[in-house]
């Protein structure tokens, strides 16, 4: 599986972005799908979650009510829609894919997923 985000750029306080997660490889839809976002000089952090059906989802708590992960199986891709932003989620955002046996699960832990995409830069500006 080959992953390729996009959608990033630089938007003012309070604006929208949508992050996308395209997938090339049959075998996609055995993977649940997460993002991930890491600041200059911190560590990659957990932000989103989708299940392989799509139906579960997961947060962490400064995106939730702000974002929505959720993924379209017949583009083999993944959105995330960025809405509210605000300076402090300016960072590179990666999606990465988790092997997952169920339909409803999904992994937040950055060791957790086989594959990762090259990363999409965000940048709120005040």
């Not at 997660?21 to 649940?32: D, K």
């Not at 937040?108 to 830069?121: E, F």
């Amino acid at each position: 599986v080959q992953l390729q985000a996009s959608g990033g750029g630089l938007v003012q306080a309070g604006g929208s972005l949508r992050l996308s997660c395209a997938a090339s490889g049959r075998t996609f839809g055995q993977y649940a799908v997460a993002w991930f976002s890491q600041s200059p000089g911190k560590e990659r952090e957990f932000v989103a979650a989708v299940s392989r059906s799509g139906r579960s989802t997961y947060y962490t708590d400064s995106a939730e009510g702000r974002f929505a992960i959720n993924r379209d199986r017949s583009k083999n891709t993944v959105y995330l829609q960025m809405n509210d932003l605000t300076p402090e989620d300016t960072a590179v955002y990666y999606c990465a894919a988790a092997s997952q046996r169920l339909p409803e699960t999904f992994s937040i832990q950055s060791d957790g997923h086989n594959y990762w995409g090259q990363g999409t830069l965000v940048t709120v500006s005040s």
